[in-house]
Nanobody, 120 residues
Framework: QVQQVESGGGLVQPGGSLRLSCATS????????MGWYRQPPGKERELVAT???????KYADSVKGRFTISRDNNANTVFLQMNSLKPEDTATYYC??????????????WGQGTQVTVSS
């Protein structure tokens, strides 16, 4: 079973930056579209960015122009560079593989996530 380990979160002031990492196990990583999700306190989990195996990326409108998703297929790792952070970016961030046609996640389990808190 594929497992994900997210890291890189923390407390940052508005306007600051963080770089998140998600390391995955298994050999399927290079074949799948990877996504970063976030779950703000008391809200549903939402998809914020995706990247195909070839490197094509898409973003939710709320993060477009501020976040950049990337991946290292040799290291089975996906990254999320977050710049110009806002308080509304506060959430627990997770990664998973995603089927772009159905919107469903592919890996059966979620990692523990990494907490991002944007506050002055």
């Amino acid at each position: 079973q594929v497992q994900q380990v997210e890291s890189g979160g923390g407390l940052v002031q508005p306007g600051g930056s963080l770089r998140l990492s998600c390391a995955t196990s298994g050999s399927a990583f290079r074949l799948v579209v990877m996504g970063w999700y976030r779950q703000p306190p008391g809200k549903e989990r939402e998809l914020v960015a995706t990247i195909t195996s070839g490197g094509t990326s898409k973003y939710a409108d709320s993060v477009k122009g501020r976040f950049t998703i990337s991946r290292d297929n040799n290291a089975n790792t996906v990254f999320l560079q977050m710049n110009s952070l806002k308080p509304e970016d506060t959430a627990t961030y997770y990664c998973n593989a995603v089927d772009l046609k159905s919107g469903r996640t592919i890996f059966a389990s979620w990692g523990q996530g990494t907490q991002v808190t944007v506050s002055s």
